[in-house]
């Protein structure tokens, strides 16, 4: 079964600074796509970037970037140069591979303070 | 393109009552899902369906019921509602297995 542990329910940033959220997970899975989702006030789920697990390269969308582990199961997103519109509730999704249900984490909340 | 539309946005039910919830998408997309949001417990997945003619149970499955008559439409039943349904519903669909999944806005259900 693919899991997912988000271990800090709640983070808190200065405007400007960097922050990284955490992400572990555990798959049986050899090939895969891993994805973090943003949800603002506004309740839509939005696509924050995506990562395929064959690739040694990090992916990167802008002040988005990610730090992918793959043998230790880890898949962190860094929000660099945070904005006040970062303030959301971000979801780190388990292993989408061929066999894998579509399940979710709990979510970590992001505050951005100015 | 919609992309993926929920109707309606906001719903009150009183116990027992029955209600469909619609879901509808124009990507051609063969997975959609159904999930529940409810505070502290992150997205829970309750019905999925990889293509028409094809439902599988999510996590959290009791209380609902699901079929996919069409590529386009998977509509979530309550058939007899109970308070804890009362909750936010969203549907997502997406392409294939290693696609991101693309979400409805949601629909607010209160159950009194």
């Known amino acids: 079964a693919q899991t997912v542990t988000q271990s800090q329910p709640e983070m808190s940033v200065q405007e400007a600074e960097t922050v990284t959220l955490s992400c572990t997970y555990d798959t049986s899975e050899s090939d895969y796509y891993l994805f973090w989702y943003k949800q603002p006030p506004s309740r839509q789920m939005i696509l924050v970037i995506r990562q395929e697990a064959y690739k040694q390269q990090n992916a990167t969308e802008n002040r988005f970037s990610v730090n992918f582990q793959k043998a230790a199961k880890s898949f962190s997103l860094k929000i660099s140069d945070s904005q006040l519109g970062d303030a959301a509730m971000y979801f780190c999704a388990p292993p989408r591979g061929a066999n894998s249900k579509l399940t979710f984490g709990k979510g970590i909340t992001l505050s951005v303070r100015p | 393109n919609a992309g993926v539309t929920q109707t309606p946005k906001f719903q009150v039910l009183k116990t027992g009552q029955s209600m469909t919830l619609q879901c509808a998408q124009d990507?051609?997309?063969?997975?959609m899902s159904w999930y529940r949001q409810d505070p502290g417990m992150g997205l829970r997945l309750i019905h999925y369906s990889v293509g028409a003619g094809i439902t599988d149970q999510g996590e959290v499955p009791n209380g609902y019921n699901v079929s996919r008559s069409t590529t386009e439409d998977f509509p979530l039943r309550l058939l007899s509602a109970a308070p804890s349904q009362t909750s936010v519903y969203f549907c997502?669909?997406?392409?294939?297995?290693?696609?991101?999944?693309?979400f409805g806005p949601g629909t607010r259900l209160t159950v009194l």
């Open positions: 990507m051609n997309h063969e997975y």
């Open positions: 997502a669909s997406k392409l294939a297995h290693y696609n991101e999944q693309f």
